[in-house]
């Protein structure tokens, strides 16, 4: 889940599994999989990362180590 804000500023939760594109014309829009879709206030690079960073915490993409080699053990 990613926390967002509306328009209205009404902050809310949102299932970052089921958002299948965002979109910046001029607001941010996320639509999610079953076609609904919602105009929030932060940027397009900000619910990116915070799909990103969901996806890490729930073991969905691989945890980047700075500074660290593939085949260090």
Not at 9 to 32: C, S
Not at 39 to 62: A, P
Request: hydrophobic content about 35%.
């Amino acid at each position: 889940m990613i926390k967002v804000t509306r328009l209205n500023g009404k902050a809310f939760v949102l299932n970052a599994v089921f958002i299948e594109t965002v979109e910046t014309f001029p607001d941010t829009t996320i639509t999610l999989t079953n076609g609904r879709k919602y105009v929030v206030k932060e940027t397009e690079e900000i619910v990116i990362q915070r799909v990103k960073d969901f996806y890490q915490s729930v073991s969905l993409l691989g945890h980047q180590h700075v500074g660290e080699d593939e085949d260090e053990e």
